[in-house]
């Protein structure tokens, strides 16, 4: 049996191919966790992070091998963005930005499972960032989302569109944080050619 891959079994939300905005319904995902603020190119806590994440993931990945659920394929780093400054993302303010990066588990994958690979993955690897590692399941819903491909800088555009434009053209309103799903590798990855899955939940402006 080939290992779980959810970009495979979740092809809406991990490969989708819009590239204008459209509404999708995300179900209820359980994911790993580490919270941050502040530039992501500038912060040192943010590749921590992400190299805690990852460091937990494969952890996971070997230990899943030899249980009834069985192997799955280290899924694609996410993000929650936000900020308390309403223009921080149109004005690229990245010193203000808040965040929390994310990597999906499958439903098999247990927090007992989770707890155990973090403290195994913090005994050989000495990683302190492991240890503000947490659990946290979303049912985010309606979203809006759109396969955006370019530099993260260039996301801007994208953005004023759903907010501007699509969000009251169709009556809805945002709720929730945005999300992207970075599909591409940006240390191997030209910036034009970057993937990422742009996400807003919303509701019925009536609603």
Avoid: C
């Amino acid at each position: 049996m080939a290992p779980y891959d959810v970009k495979r079994e979740q092809k809406q939300l991990y490969a989708p191919r819009n590239t204008t905005w459209s509404v999708v319904d995300v179900p209820e995902q359980r994911f790993i966790a580490i919270d941050g603020s502040g530039d992501p190119n500038a912060s040192p806590a943010y590749p921590r992070a992400v190299e805690a994440l990852y460091t937990v993931a494969h952890t996971l990945k070997f230990a899943a091998k030899g249980t009834a659920g069985g192997d799955f394929v280290v899924p694609p780093l996410e993000g929650l963005w936000w900020s308390d400054r309403p223009d921080a993302f149109t004005a690229r303010a990245k010193d203000t930005w808040n965040w929390t990066m994310l990597l999906t588990m499958p439903s098999w994958v247990t927090k007992d499972m989770i707890e155990e690979a973090e403290r195994n993955a913090l005994a050989k690897k000495k990683l302190p960032a492991i240890s503000q590692l947490r659990h946290l399941t979303l049912h985010e819903g309606p979203s809006a989302q759109v396969l955006h491909i370019g530099s993260y800088d260039d996301e801007t555009p994208v953005m004023n569109e759903l907010h501007r434009t699509y969000l009251g053209a169709n009556g809805l309103r945002p709720t929730g944080m945005h999300h992207e799903v970075y599909l591409s590798d940006p240390r191997k990855t030209a910036p034009e050619r970057l993937k990422t899955v742009l996400r807003q939940p919303v509701e019925p402006l009536d609603g």
